[in-house]
T-cell receptor
């Protein structure tokens, strides 16, 4: 079954600290993996996209990693800021006839001052 | 370049009524997809349109329908509203279907009383 599981469900950290969010997937065949940031009540915004051959990709203080062998991805946030408080969603695209998107339920991150 | 525009942003309806939501994609984008997001749930795919044709449909009842116009603008309609239809409805546009990056609007928050 094609699934994307994210952990933890929620996370609270202090401003300035680092954190890592996890994404495990069982999607096959794999096309690419994206991380989105979604502020409360707003639409998701793409942070990174990674294909099969990419291990690491950075976008400012956000660094995503992908291990296609173990079907795991992580999103590392460095020196967190209050504006990082949001839900982070992992999405995997299948390489099927419809290029179906499989969405994770997201990790809700709260940054406390 | 203007982003994806969704209207209305907020609306309140009562059970049994119907609602129409509108989405204007980014200029030049011809693919529009719709998602439902309820609290604590991942994004649930509703349908995708390209060149006025529905290309994919999620597992939603027939009360949920949509269409796309020749200018790529899209509408979705929900008839005979139920309490469980209360959600954030998100529209995303992409240059082409299935493969391109998704750009989301701010969403339409529907409350059914």
């Amino acid at each position: 079954k094609n699934q994307v599981e994210q952990s933890p469900q929620s996370l609270i950290i202090l401003e300035g600290k680092n954190c890592t969010l996890q994404c495990n997937y069982t999607v096959s065949p794999f096309s690419n993996l994206r991380w989105y940031k979604q502020d409360t009540g707003r639409g998701p915004v793409s942070l990174t996209i990674m294909t099969f051959s990419e291990n690491t990709k950075s976008n400012g203080r956000y660094t995503a990693t992908l291990d296609a062998d173990t079907k795991q991805s992580s999103l590392h946030i460095t020196a967190s800021q209050l504006s990082d408080s949001a839900s982070y969603i992992c999405v995997v695209r299948r390489m099927d006839s419809n290029y179906q998107l499989i969405w994770g339920a997201g990790t809700k991150l709260i940054i406390k001052p | 370049k203007a982003g994806v525009t969704q209207t209305p942003r907020y609306l309140i309806k009562t059970r049994g009524q119907q609602v129409t939501l509108s989405c204007s994609p980014i200029s030049g984008h011809r693919s529009v997809s719709w998602y439902q997001q309820t609290p604590g749930q991942g994004l649930q795919f509703l349908f995708e349109y390209f060149s006025e044709t529905q290309r994919n449909k999620g597992n939603f009842p027939g009360r949920f329908s949509g269409r796309q116009f020749s200018n790529s603008r899209s509408e979705m309609n929900v008839s005979t509203l139920e309490l469980g239809d209360s959600a954030l409805y998100l529209c995303a546009s992409s240059p082409e279907p299935q493969r391109g990056e998704l750009f989301f609007g701010e969403g339409s928050r529907l409350t059914v009383l």
